[in-house]
């Protein structure tokens, strides 16, 4: 057969009616064509606009892929309007508003086909069109790979969309094909779209990969259902449904997804079975808006990429988990907003590096038999409305197992934590539930710890192993009955465990439920020298410190302040309001420490303070390496600090320049929240260098509310120092010897007062010094007399550094 020419074969029912013609032309041959017979296509190219009529069958030469070329300079290439068969053919547009390939009609049977064009649409199926469409590529970064519209259907086997300007797959307008077997990918739409009420895509084992949008979109009511297909390398989510779509995902894989994993809101509704989402970078599944719903049975959400919660619910959604797993995430389910709902049954959730639930604003969560491993939080029911049950859960190798704040109100029946780092159950401002049947087993901390104001109920509880202690209440504690503890937290070093013992407790008083016990911290705590002596005792003592005259100032007028407010209630009459926490800004070494343990007890002289006792704590004493641990040890270090002074020392860290997601701003609300709560059981005073701790006011402003005034410690000048030294020898029993004194100043004013100058410490460095270099040298004395013995000269001073 020429090149360039076609070859019908006529068939009919009588063998003398079958016969071969050749044509010169596309068009002239199915003119000349009938139902049944076939045309076969000489290699070539051909300018034509086909248009099929009848059910006729239209083919290359096999094995000759893309030897025949349909390239028109307009219009649509080929438009199939009965039940024909095409195979074997290369279609080429080149109209940006027309398809290359138009189905309006029939059922064709399409095979082996290429379509390479910039049309506005590769193949598009429309109308009362149902085809077969096999094994047929389509590369059209023009438009839309594939169009199915207006009613129509048809089934797409093993073919390939290698690249589409718009979506992959586009079904519209009550369209409603079926997918097997297929591969789309380098989309710069959606990988495949189902849009319209009435339109629907089935898909089985497909691929869809390397989108510049979301791989699956499903909006204004329309349905899919996908079996066995996998969604991978988008740019923007995986699936995204939207007004009242709906979607089940059944065997499928969702993966290296940057944005959502899944994403639905607007009534959408997704039934998700034995499928999985991993490496996301936002959530794995995102359901927003009243009426939204995920049903997930046997799935796996894990291996996030960035720092979201795997399962975000929100605005009133709601999602079931049954028999599921999330685990290597950031954060496992976090449910916020009135109406929201998470069910959780027989579930998984392990390996989080933060909270594994959390509940907030209102939200609800119901966990059934479910086991939460390695996170930092198991459980955070955060505010007032939030609530919900967990019931026969286990909670396993987590920071914090249960924490309950803000006036949240959740029930936990029968639940178990062991080994938490910290407390087991956690409840604080002003936060309640109620704990039936819950067990701690081998805490680091309390097993359960509940502050001050919280109106908590704990009933038949039990608590082993527990570092510090089985229960930890504050003085207005919460309603005990029938809980038990081992006691075997450590008292003090000499305390043995005592025998199990029972708490019965009504009416929301302690009866035998152990109390508060003192245990061992990295943080320091001062008690007051003499808790008799008089305020103007511990003003002497303050006067008698070298040089701070300034300090003393400020220290002197505000305890004026206080004793004569005093002096007026007890006369009647009203007394200004002193807001009694400082702020200490200075270089190390120049007495802050010494200033607030003083100020402390000049507070309880006054009857201020109870104890007048300082605790001094800094940044890694007060922030936790996971969301929830900042929380509850600054509530711990305030607790301690009852009564008495909180000393931060370079506060400022707890708000770096490049803060981030740092933990340090936990532990600023917690502290100003207990601070407004607790106004007259504290006394707070920040401490660091002079600027940062201002720029530490200037980004906080809700802390610089709290504080009366700032009190600069001045660095010592080397008259200072000398004096410092000369205290310090005076208490030991040294001497300065001669010219000791005048070279001790020569020392100072040299020394540099870089940022490692230490002020007092230096000086008392200093004298260290002097004291080994002296005992250097009076060791070699064969004999020493009492002036050897005391008497230290310039030649013991240490070399400049």
């Given at each position: 057969m020429a090149q360039g020419t076609v070859q019908v074969t006529h068939t009919g029912t009588s063998r003398w009616r079958r016969r071969t013609g050749e044509y010169a032309s596309l068009a002239a041959a199915l003119e000349a064509a009938a139902d049944g017979d076939v045309l076969t296509v000489?290699?070539?190219?051909?300018?034509?606009?086909?248009?099929?009529?009848?059910?006729?069958?239209l083919r290359g030469p096999e094995g000759s892929a893309g030897s025949v070329r349909i390239a028109p300079v307009d219009g649509v290439p080929l438009t199939v309007r009965a039940s024909a068969t095409v195979h074997d053919l290369q279609l080429e547009g080149q109209d940006a508003a027309a398809p290359a390939l138009l189905i309006e009609d029939g059922a064709p049977e399409l095979c082996d086909l290429r379509v390479v064009t910039r049309s506005a649409v590769g193949i598009e199926v429309r109308g009362a069109a149902r085809p077969t469409v096999r094994r047929c590529v389509v590369d059209n970064p023009g438009g839309v790979g594939i169009g199915v519209l207006d009613g129509a259907g048809g089934l797409f086997e093993e073919c390939e969309v290698v690249s589409a300007g718009q979506s992959g797959v586009s079904?519209?307008?009550?369209?409603?094909?079926?997918?097997?077997r297929c591969r789309i990918h380098h989309a710069s739409g959606a990988g495949l779209s189902v849009t319209g009420e009435g339109s629907g895509l089935e898909a089985l084992g497909c691929e869809v990969y390397e989108i510049k949008g979301a791989g699956v979109q499903i909006a204004a009511r329309a349905t899919a259902h996908l079996t066995d297909c996998t969604v991978h390398r988008t740019s923007a989510d995986g699936v995204t449904l939207d007004t009242d779509a709906v979607l089940t995902l059944a065997d499928c894989a969702i993966h290296d997804i940057p944005e959502n994993g899944v994403d639905l809101r607007s009534r959408s509704v997704l039934t998700l079975t034995r499928s999985a989402v991993r490496n996301f970078g936002r959530n794995g599944l995102s359901v927003w808006d009243p009426g939204t719903r995920v049903d997930a049975n046997q799935c796996e959400i894990h291996d996030s990429t960035g720092d979201y919660p795997a399962v975000w619910v929100s605005d009133g959604a709601t999602v079931v988990l049954e028999a599921c797993r999330v685990h290597d995430v950031p954060d496992a389910l976090f449910v916020l907003d009135r109406g929201s709902r998470a069910d959780v049954v027989d579930s998984d959730i392990s390996q989080v590096r933060n909270t594994a639930v959390s509940v907030s604003d209102g939200a609800t969560a119901q966990l059934d038999d479910c086991r939460i491993r390695e996170a930092s939080t198991g459980a955070w029911f955060r505010d007032h409305g939030s609530g919900g049950t967990l019931a026969n859960c286990t909670i396993d190798a987590a920071q914090t197992g249960v924490i309950v704040t803000k006036g949240a109100d959740p029930r936990i029946e029968r639940c178990t934590v062991t080994t938490p780092a910290e407390a087991g159950f956690y409840v604080s401002a002003e936060g309640r539930g109620t704990f039936h049947g819950c067990r701690v087993t081998g805490s680091g901390g309390y097993g359960f710890h509940v502050v001050d104001g919280c109106r908590t109920t704990l009933t038949r509880c039990r608590t082993e192993r527990c570092a510090r202690g089985g229960y930890e209440?504050?003085?207005?504690?919460?309603?005990?009955?029938?809980?038990?503890?081992?006691?075997?937290?450590?008292?003090?070093a000499a305390h043995e465990p005592s025998a199990p013992q029972t708490a019965t407790q009504t009416m929301g008083l302690l009866s035998t439920v152990p109390g508060p016990h003192p245990t061992a911290t990295a943080t320091v705590e001062v008690s007051a020298t003499d808790p008799t002596r008089t305020s103007q005792a511990v003003l002497g003592e303050l006067d008698a410190l070298v040089g701070l005259e300034s300090v003393k100032r400020e220290v002197r007028a505000l305890t004026d302040m206080i004793e004569v407010g005093r002096k007026r209630q007890q006369a009647g009459l009203k007394a200004a309001s002193v807001r009694r926490h400082l702020v200490f800004t200075g270089s190390p070494g120049t007495g802050?420490?010494?200033?607030?343990?003083?100020?402390?007890?000049?507070?309880?002289?006054?009857?201020?303070?109870?104890r007048g006792h300082l605790v001094e704590v800094s940044r890694v004493?007060?922030?936790?390496?996971?969301?929830?641990?900042?929380?509850?040890?600054?509530?711990?270090?305030?607790?301690?600090?009852?009564?008495?002074?909180?000393?931060?020392?370079e506060a400022y860290a707890l708000s770096p320049e490049d803060s981030g997601r740092d933990f340090g701003r936990e532990a600023i609300d917690t502290l100003v929240k207990l601070m407004e709560d607790h106004r007259e059981a504290v006394v707070v005073i920040v401490a660091g260098y002079t600027a940062e701790m201002e720029r530490f006011l200037r980004?906080?402003?809700?802390?610089?509310?709290?504080?009366?005034?700032?009190?600069?410690?001045?660095?010592?000048?080397?008259?200072e120092l000398l004096r410092i030294v000369e205290q310090q020898a005076e208490e030991h029993e040294y001497r300065l010897g001669e010219g000791s004194s005048e070279a001790l100043l020569k020392y100072f004013t040299a020394l540099p007062k870089g940022p490692a100058f230490g002020n007092g410490r230096t000086a008392r460095q200093t004298f260290e010094s002097m004291v080994e270099r002296h005992a250097g040298r009076v060791a070699q004395l064969a004999e020493a007399n009492t002036d050897d013995l005391t008497l230290l000269y310039p030649d013991d001073l240490p070399e400049l550094p």
């Open positions: 000489a290699p070539g190219t051909y300018r034509e606009n086909l248009v099929l009529r009848r059910a006729i069958t079904v519209r307008a009550g369209a409603h094909p079926r997918l097997e209440f504050g003085e207005d504690g919460p309603v005990v009955e029938d809980c038990t503890s081992d006691e075997s937290g450590v008292r003090s802050k420490t010494t200033v607030a343990r003083l100020y402390g007890e000049i507070l309880a002289s006054l009857g201020v303070l109870e004493d007060l922030v936790g390496e996971h969301i929830g641990s900042t929380a509850i040890r600054t509530q711990e270090a305030f607790d301690r600090a009852r009564g008495g002074v909180l000393f931060i020392d980004v906080n402003p809700g802390v610089a509310s709290r504080f009366s005034r700032t009190i600069t410690f001045s660095d010592y000048v080397p008259e």
